[in-house]
């Protein structure tokens, strides 16, 4: 199976930067998503990342290193609504379909 | 619609009861995927359809647990007898394409299941 690691929760000040760390061990690699989820509402897309290196999309960037099984989401200029949990996802071996969870990064934002 | 509509969305069942839980995915999407998530635990994998046929039903927890897309388009996950274990949200998603590979999946709200 795969092991996946987030931090449970992180806490930072509006304005501030955030960046929530995700480790993966998986047989085989297809690719690396970043989902946000607001308490009680279903999980949107954030990123992909399959090839290494730094995607940038307006304030989130999410960054993959393959050879170290490593990937982070940086999250710029806070804002109180991204208050939510923040779920890495891999999808490795021959079915690319399935995805695989870690168990979300809570953040929360402080005025 | 214009997302991915479950119902229903709160349902609290007796234990030992049946559930049938339904989802709407995107219109024209061809992927459908369950996904089963517990409280504070990231989503786990249910099932997948390719439009009506179910490839991939390796993550059903026991054979109380029954899914089809009979048409390729509204999809029903049932619990059968359900037990305390079961309780948590049940989310379906879908994706335009075959595979799930870099494509984007869209997930709907989720089926809160209780079972007391």
């Known amino acids: 199976g795969q092991n996946i690691d987030q931090p449970t929760e992180m806490t930072a000040t509006e304005g501030a930067i955030v960046q929530i760390n995700c480790t993966y061990q998986?047989?085989?690699?297809?690719?690396l998503f970043w989902y946000q989820q607001h308490a009680g509402e279903a999980p949107t897309f954030l990123s992909y990342n399959v090839l290494d290196g730094l995607e940038e999309k307006g304030r989130f960037s999410s960054f993959l290193s393959r050879s170290k099984g490593y990937s982070y989401l940086l999250l710029k200029e806070l804002q109180m609504k991204d208050s939510a949990s923040y779920l890495c996802a891999v999808s490795s071996g021959s079915n690319d379909y399935k995805l695989s969870f870690g168990a979300g990064t809570t953040v929360t934002v402080r005025a | 619609g214009a997302g991915v509509s479950q119902s229903p969305r709160y349902k609290v069942a007796k234990r030992g009861q049946d559930v049938a839980l339904r989802c709407d995915p995107i219109s024209g999407h061809v992927s459908l995927f369950w996904y089963q998530q517990a409280l504070g635990q990231g989503p786990e994998f249910l099932t997948y359809?390719?439009?009506?046929?179910?490839?991939?039903k390796s993550g059903l927890p026991s054979d109380r647990f029954f899914a089809e897309r009979p048409e390729g388009s509204v999809s029903t996950l049932k619990i059968q007898r359900t037990q305390q274990e079961d309780s948590a949200v049940y989310l379906c998603a879908s994706s335009l394409a075959p595979t799930g590979s870099g494509n984007t999946i869209y997930f709907g709200e989720g089926s809160w299941l209780t079972v007391v």
């Open positions: 359809f390719q439009n009506e046929a179910q490839l991939d």
């Open positions: 998986t047989s085989g690699f297809n690719g």
